[in-house]
């Protein structure tokens, strides 16, 4: 019996994965979807906190402040093909934060509270910003230089563009 209660806590300690990231990381990609130019960029950026502030009109905006977690931000950027239309710029941005060190994580709806899941959406007469709480987040620790992350926001946050994504990070430079 005491044999079969050491396996257990093994096998529990080794599916508590963690990854520490001490540089920022950063990847970008950009396709062409139905005459837009669609540029998605991933930053995970360690020793930062989210600060929700207002400008001189009494906005809210996203400013990140040193501090004790790591902040993921996945960036969309929907821009048309044709350079004469100017104000048909689209970008959303969804942030959270973790803990220094990101272990397994799997968050739904009050629990989004939490790490702060905060979007923002910038466009032509467009300026919002939505504290998330409705939905689910997952990270999965792969190995030390891999990870995946999952956001899918419940779909009453219609005013988002994009509500669900799912990401293979690789943390290696």
Not at 20 to 47: D, L
């Given at each position: 019996?005491?044999?079969?209660?050491?396996?257990?806590?093994?096998?529990?300690?080794?599916?508590?994965?963690?990854?520490?990231?001490?540089?920022?990381?950063?990847y970008?990609?950009?396709?062409?979807?139905?005459?837009?130019?669609?540029?998605?960029?991933?930053?995970i950026?360690?020793?930062?906190?989210?600060?929700?502030?207002?400008?001189?009109?009494?906005?809210?905006?996203?400013?990140?402040?040193?501090?004790?977690?790591?902040?993921?931000?996945?960036?969309?950027?929907?821009?048309?093909?044709?350079?004469?239309?100017?104000?048909?710029?689209?970008?959303?941005?969804?942030?959270?934060?973790?803990?220094?060190?990101?272990?397994?994580?799997?968050?739904?709806?009050?629990?989004l509270?939490?790490?702060?899941?905060?979007?923002?959406?910038?466009g032509?007469?467009?300026?919002?910003?939505?504290?998330?709480?409705?939905?689910?987040l997952?990270?999965?620790?792969?190995d030390?230089?891999?990870?995946?992350?999952?956001?899918?926001?419940?779909?009453s946050?219609?005013?988002?563009?994009?509500?669900?994504?799912?990401?293979?990070?690789?943390?290696k430079?």
């Amino acid at each position: 019996m005491k044999y079969f209660a050491f396996l257990i806590l093994m096998l529990s300690l080794s599916f508590c994965k963690s990854i520490q990231i001490q540089e920022p990381v950063k990847y970008e990609n950009e396709t062409q979807k139905e005459g837009n130019i669609i540029k998605e960029k991933i930053e995970i950026i360690p020793h930062q906190i989210i600060h929700v502030t207002k400008d001189e009109a009494g906005m809210e905006y996203v400013k990140l402040l040193p501090g004790d977690k790591t902040v993921f931000r996945y960036s969309f950027r929907q821009k048309p093909d044709d350079n004469t239309l100017m104000d048909a710029l689209l970008v959303q941005n969804i942030l959270f934060e973790l803990p220094e060190k990101i272990k397994n994580t799997n968050l739904k709806d009050e629990e989004l509270k939490s790490v702060n899941l905060t979007a923002q959406i910038l466009g032509f007469r467009n300026a919002r910003l939505i504290k998330i709480d409705k939905g689910s987040l997952k990270i999965k620790i792969i190995d030390k230089q891999n990870m995946e992350v999952q956001i899918d926001l419940d779909d009453s946050y219609s005013m988002l563009p994009k509500k669900h994504i799912k990401q293979s990070i690789s943390l290696k430079k």
